[in-house]
């Protein structure tokens, strides 16, 4: 009998994840969310099953989650950890990609009391782009350098911003405010968001600008690297307006006195940039990721490199960001379903892609799905 | 005896006007203001009289006005024309350096009426420019164009707007944000502000951006020229930032919601950019303006073409566009004292202008007082 699987969130990576679960098949595939216009949406897209129900509250998710064999999270943010330890506590193995700016390794006791395995920031970055940091580190006897590059674009450039977000404003501009953390010689250093701007090419895309943002999370703690970083790209002056706007307070979450009411300037900023950075039905999406793992092993210094250029996909009508965002957690979700993922535990990716096969095997049905990563191992 | 004068405001331009009246002698000088703070510091550092009156009401601006033989306006915009009005009502002679959106020779037949004369937008630009352009105009028989570049700065450039403000922001995005009107071809052609950027240099101040604003104000219909434009300058990068503000919809009046408050993002944004706008005390300017007229007379194209580079002065701890705003203003006064300006009716500077001798009058005043004027024909 098949075994049923239910996604939390149905938005555009949930409805994406949901669509790969039936197609390929062996699932009995449920979708829940509160909101009944996106439910119909799924339904008649994907043919997935749907439940609606408000999963705001831990005791909600619960309930729910019981009902099902498998759970994949993909609800925003503000939602991350307590439904992920909801899920844990109703003792269900699961995949998640939902962003938490808490360590998901803090409820490890937790699944490990419950027996049961999660695989968390299981996206494209943290998410694949975690497995190839594993994957490489695993491949070199002494890991020098860590470098992650990667962006989700607009394919059509628009002035001013040039940037369309596959979600909330706020929620990105989070990002440009966050101070990020890098390991330099051995040390954890804080440094500006959007600061050290680099131009790097890629075939078919031209020239991004890559600036640091807190994008590494839990390989801090995981990978024994003395170097490491991870850098978001956007097309070249996108990150010096951000700066500006920065710079002027308007990303600021302190109010202020603005004629007699008191104002969030980040409110406003995102109600203003809501509409100008939000995705048009159809319009393309282009996702970029490069990934460097340089050691040595046997005297042999090695940089293992791993490309990744996609775009939409105008047949299924997924843009790029859903798709390299759900492919590898419905992958993963196989993996665990089929009993190959190690456990109990809470994982983060790149603790499975120091396994020799996991990666390859995330990256083959990444290809089956038309999304190509190239990889190669260059002298450095 | 000595003639009185009342100024009426006692801001930056306005103790500047003060001190140069009292320190020049031939008269009794008031300053008039609503601010017993600003009317303190002006008799400190002047030794003019000054009169606490508020002057928001043309009522109350009569009854002032008609105590004293001759009026300066220099109150903010909104006060512009009710002010001129009272003024001209009361029958009293006056010099004007106020902005305003009307068109103030609408009141000529009052001053008419009143037998008195009213020299407005008498400060550098509009003012000293447009004493350029009359008297350029007379220069030529036939007049191909005229052009206006004017700048106020701080000398110090700060990242990321490399400006500051000699009055409120919210009037200074203001002239970002109306459409601009220019003489082209014969005809009035409209043109967004900030548009058309082009780069000029100045020696000792550097490559400046110059970009459409609405400056031409009643040379549009004083002065018969098929081609005319005014155009503000600015550090580079300066109008490009704005243009982004401006599209991002930051500069519009217009109420949004947010958070539940109606908020226009014109009044968030001055607000945020108020203190960093604002000169500090003893912080440098610079203004910055040429102008050039062309024609034809007798055959010969001739370019006329005058250059002021003005700076802070440390000494008086003036502001430069205090003083170029300030002193052409008590130049013509001056001339009015001593009835050497045609009446009565209301007029714009290049009405005078075109007459010999008045703009080298205020250019040999400016020059006494340390602001250098240079002026070269040459062959078109």
Request: charged share 25%; net charge negative; with cysteine.
């Amino acid at each position: 009998m098949a075994q049923s699987v239910v996604i939390l969130g149905g938005g555009m990576i949930g409805s994406a994840m949901a669509l790969d679960l039936v197609q390929g098949g062996g699932f009995d595939v449920t979708v829940a969310d509160v909101r009944t216009d996106v439910l119909s949406r799924v339904a008649s897209r994907t043919g997935a099953r749907t439940r609606q129900a408000d999963l705001s509250t831990p005791a909600a998710v619960r309930e729910l989650v019981g009902a099902y064999d498998l759970v994949i999270g993909a609800l925003p943010s503000q939602f991350g950890y307590r439904t992920l330890q909801a899920i844990l506590e109703a003792g269900r193995n699961c995949v998640d990609i939902s962003f938490m700016p808490q360590e998901a390794t803090d409820l490890d006791g937790l699944a490990r009391e419950k027996g049961v395995t999660a695989v968390v920031d299981c996206g494209v970055a943290p998410g694949v782009s975690n497995l190839m940091v594993g994957r490489g580190a695993a491949l070199v006897d002494t890991c020098e350098a860590v470098e992650i590059y990667v962006g989700g674009l607009p394919q059509e450039r628009r002035w001013p911003f040039e940037y369309k977000a596959g979600f909330s404003p706020g929620d990105v501009i989070e990002e440009y405010v966050r101070p990020s953390r890098f390991v330099e010689n051995g040390k954890v250093v804080v440094k500006e968001a959007l600061s050290e701007p680099e131009l790097l090419d890629f075939p078919g895309v031209g020239t991004l600008e890559a600036f640091n943002t807190d994008g590494l999370r839990s390989l801090i703690h995981t990978i024994r690297c003395p170097n490491m970083k991870e850098k978001t790209m956007r097309y070249p002056g996108h990150a010096g307006l951000m700066k500006v706007l920065r710079e002027t307070g308007l990303f600021s979450q302190e109010p202020i006195e603005v004629k007699g009411a008191r104002v969030k300037p980040l409110d406003l900023m995102s109600a203003l940039l809501f509409p100008k950075w939000t995705f048009a039905e159809g319009e393309g999406d282009v996702t970029v990721m490069r990934v460097s793992v340089t050691g040595t092993r046997g005297g042999q210094r090695t940089r293992h490199v791993w490309d990744l250029v996609d775009r939409y996909d105008p047949e299924s009508g997924l843009r790029s960001m859903s798709r390299t965002t759900g492919f590898p957690a419905t992958a993963m979700l196989r993996e665990l379903a089929a009993g190959r993922i190690p456990g109990p535990g809470v994982f983060p990716p790149e603790i499975l892609g120091a396994r020799e096969g996991v990666l390859d095997h995330v990256i083959g049905e990444l290809k089956k799905r038309g999304v190509r990563i190239d990889y190669r191992a260059e002298a450095a």
